[in-house]
């Protein structure tokens, strides 16, 4: 069949045969892909959690603790403990094993004295 083609669409074959093959060799690259190799340890931040929350997939609870953090009430490092329900995505970063969690978040509330500042050189 391929010796009776007319030589104006041989090159349309060949085009297509070029094609296949390349198709072939991608269809083998992707069976061959590890769904489960680790990609790497990521690391949240409270840039991560603001792009997560101004997302369209973002859930209630976490666009509302983001309107309070964007109005000084509140902050990113304090979601656990502040944030009333936890929103899911926090919930679901924790449980990741390639995520990690700033060791230092929840920072702790800073206390706030009955006296003034004092300045340390008076």
């Given at each position: 069949m391929i010796q009776s083609l007319p030589p104006h669409a041989r090159a349309a074959y060949d085009r297509?045969?070029?094609?296949?093959?390349?198709?072939?060799?991608?269809?083998?690259?992707?069976?061959?892909?590890?769904?489960?190799?680790p990609?790497?340890?990521?690391?949240?931040t409270a840039?991560?959690?603001?792009?997560?929350?101004?997302?369209?997939?973002?859930?209630a609870?976490?666009?509302h603790y983001a309107t309070r953090v964007a109005s000084g009430e509140c902050s990113?490092?304090?979601?656990e403990v502040d944030a009333t329900p936890v929103p899911p995505e926090v919930?679901?970063?924790?449980?990741?094993p390639q995520i990690l969690?700033?060791?230092?978040?929840?920072t702790p509330i800073a206390e706030t004295g009955t006296s003034p500042y004092r300045i340390p050189w008076e």
């Open positions: 297509l045969m070029t094609s296949c093959g390349e198709l072939e060799a991608a269809r083998t690259r992707a069976l061959n892909t590890d769904l489960k190799a990609a790497g340890t990521r690391y949240v840039e991560l959690l603001a792009r997560l929350a101004s997302s369209r997939r973002a859930s609870d976490l666009i990113w490092e304090r979601v919930e679901e970063l924790k449980a990741d969690w700033p060791a230092e978040w929840p």
